[in-house]
């Protein structure tokens, strides 16, 4: 895009989580100073990611923890990463949530290329459980994800409890059981991609003429992003760079293809606490089925909200406002019990 000024946000020209990693690639090949993508937080202009670099200390290490939004009085709210591994999709949640909101992501390891990603949502849960307490070492707390970040954070609330602490909300943002779910065949794998548009044009029409310009702009941004992780899911399998480090390309692609595979091997086990589940109006049909709504598994009582908006648009403008109010609802109400 351009032009584009010193001054403007990074996030308001489109940038995702995916450029994210090609930007953040490019400044360390320039600069030779390797930064976390989260400084995209602290500074998403230009003119603040150069005061960035000018500072004499080395930055900090790579750590899961993102403070998002690390200000504000009120017990934090802590948010598990997607497939894609990063957690720049929660920027607009979290600003929705308000000032006095503290709000943390957890990213997957690996982002940084440093490490390989993890493969299994219990050795995920466990390094995220030992960050979290570092910030708030005793409960109760407030966690949540998106898709297979709820799914993280199930057992992320599971490893809390055994260690005797309380969950006060455990939040499961359109997250499916998927250990319920059938294997993903070409013929249904098809039809999802067929439902997923449908779902998007469905999307579409519900919001008003504003709403859609900026709706398909952001669907739009959100598939070129897409494109460098299917590239990288092909490049894994056969191609690492000249002196054996990986592309960002690639790694965007293992850590997406272990999330996956993560996320279809982990079986659940019942949950002594309560859920509060934060569904689209609609489901994909391979994943509508018995038992994969966390319904049998909630043994402390299962809350179902269902929001105005169908898959793949819950935390995208202007649904996500849909979702931050019914979120700050339940984080009032468990503050209050």
């Known amino acids: 895009m351009e032009p584009i ?12 989580s995916s450029l994210a990693v090609h930007l953040f690639v490019q400044i360390e090949k320039t600069f030779s100073i390797k930064l976390p993508i989260f400084t995209l937080f602290e500074a998403p202009t230009i003119a603040e990611l150069a005061a960035v670099l000018r500072r004499d200390s080395a930055p900090a290490g790579w750590s899961p923890l993102v403070p998002i939004q690390p200000n504000g009085s009120r017990l934090p709210f802590f948010c598990m990463h997607g497939a894609g591994g990063n957690v720049l999709i929660y920027r607009e949640l979290s ?12 990213q997957a390891q690996g982002l940084d290329g440093s490490a390989p990603p993890l493969t299994k949502i219990e050795d995920m849960a466990a390094l995220y459980v030992k960050e979290i307490r570092r910030v708030q070492p ?3 707390y407030f966690l949540g994800g998106y898709c297979l970040g709820g799914t993280i954070a199930y057992e992320v609330a599971q490893q809390l409890r055994a260690q005797g602490q309380e969950v006060a909300l455990l939040a499961l943002l359109d997250t499916t059981d998927w250990s319920k779910i059938p294997a993903v065949t070409v013929w249904n794998d098809g039809y999802m991609a067929l439902e997923r548009f449908l779902f998007h044009v469905a999307n579409f029409f519900r919001v008003d003429s504003q709403g859609r310009s900026e709706f398909l702009s952001e669907k739009m941004q959100s598939l070129r992003n897409r494109i460098p992780v299917w590239k990288g899911i092909l490049q894994a399998r056969f191609h690492t760079s000249s002196n054996g480090t990986p592309s960002e390309t690639v790694v965007l692609g293992r850590i997406w293809k272990a999330n996956d595979r993560a996320c279809f091997a982990y079986t659940p086990k019942p949950y002594r606490g309560k859920l509060t589940n934060f569904r689209p109006m609609k489901q994909y049909s ?4 018995p038992g994969a709504k966390w319904d049998t598994l909630s043994q402390g009582g299962h809350e179902i909200i269902v929001l105005p908006v169908f898959p ?11 979702l931050a109010t019914a979120l700050r609802k339940s984080i009032d109400a468990a503050v209050q019990r």
């Not at 000024?5 to 940038?15: A, H, I, S, V």
């Not at 600003?95 to 957890?106: I, M, S, T």
């Not at 391979?286 to 089925?289: G, Y």
């Open 138 to 140: 005793n409960g109760p």
């Open 286 to 289: 391979l994943f509508d089925q």
């Open 5 to 16: 000024g010193r001054d403007q946000n990074y996030f308001d020209l489109g940038g995702d």
């Open 95 to 106: 600003k929705l949530l308000g000032d006095d909101q503290p709000f943390y992501g957890l």
């Open 312 to 322: 793949a648009g819950m935390l995208n403008e202007p649904f996500v406002r849909h």
